[in-house]
């Protein structure tokens, strides 16, 4: 574990609030970026430790933010819990692996991941969705494989996986960004539960660095959900922006993990 002093607690909390806000403006991404500030800002040495204690933040953000969705009536729950339940099974399974990969190739298969997620933030949305959309036999049949999969890859990689999330649901149902944005919240907040839950049986979990990362997560969150508003009608500039610093964190991860850097 890292020494706790002044400057990792403040480099902490300005991590989770970082997190807190994007998971609140985007419904995902945040979570993408916490295991490379705690490794590269606030000074963790373990990836699987930072991965884990991130894991478990980003669950708990998720789960705060979900609140005003909820509150809001954005979130489609039989659609969502279908997807989160069939995810978590991924993501115990993709979290087991990775605790048995080499610190180093892990990381280099995280900024892999973050890369393909930033590129496909890029892509522009083809329809506006049915916000009407209830869940039947054949949107469960779509929704349950898709939630496998995209547990499996949020487990494995350690990431909330909000942005994986987002066009899965919207792929099996057709729903619009809102409702995806909103009900993708329920399956973040169930893979890093599941994703932490696994670490933590390993040691791997710093709850003082997750305790600190909820904490700074949750004024983010606040204050991203007052920026989501005013955002409604820039949603897709916010979004390229968000991706373009997404890639080049990627980089700086990748070549860390190649030790170029």
């Known amino acids: 574990m890292i020494a706790l002093d002044a400057f990792a ?19 995902g991404g945040g979570s993408v970026l916490a295991a490379p500030l705690l490794l590269y800002v606030v000074g963790v040495r373990d990836p699987h430790v930072a991965i884990g204690t991130s894991s478990a933040a980003v669950a708990l953000n ?4 979900l609140i005003g969705h909820w509150r809001g009536g954005r979130v489609k729950w039989p659609c969502a819990l279908v997807f989160g339940a069939a995810g978590l099974i991924g993501s115990l399974a993709g979290s087991t692996l990775a605790k048995s990969v ?12 973050m890369a393909a997620i930033a590129l496909s933030m890029l892509r ?8 009407t959309v209830h869940i039947n036999a054949a949107l469960m049949a779509r929704l349950a494989p898709l939630g496998l999969l995209t ?5 494995f990689f350690g990431i909330g996986g909000g942005f994986l999330i987002v066009p899965g649901l919207m792929l099996a149902t057709n729903m619009t960004m809102a409702n995806a944005t909103a009900s993708s919240l329920v399956s ?7 994703t932490s839950a696994n670490y933590a049986l390993s040691g791997l979990v710093d709850f003082r660095l997750m305790g600190l990362l909820l904490a700074g997560g949750m004024a983010g969150g606040i204050a991203g959900g007052e920026i989501a508003k005013l955002l409604v009608g820039r949603a897709d500039l916010a ?6 610093m997404v890639l080049l964190v990627a980089i700086y991860v990748a070549t860390r993990a190649l030790g170029i850097a």
């Open 239 to 244: 979004r390229r922006a968000f991706a373009g």
């Open 62 to 65: 998720a789960a705060f933010n």
């Open 124 to 131: 522009k949305q083809k329809s506006a969705g049915d916000p």
């Open 102 to 113: 080499d610190g180093a190739q892990l990381l280099l298969a995280f900024a892999l991941a």
């Open 9 to 27: 607690i403040v480099a902490t909390l300005l991590s989770g609030g970082l997190v807190g806000f994007l998971l609140a403006v985007f419904g």
């Open 151 to 155: 547990g499996l890859a949020a487990g």
């Open 188 to 194: 973040v907040a169930i893979f890093g539960a599941a």
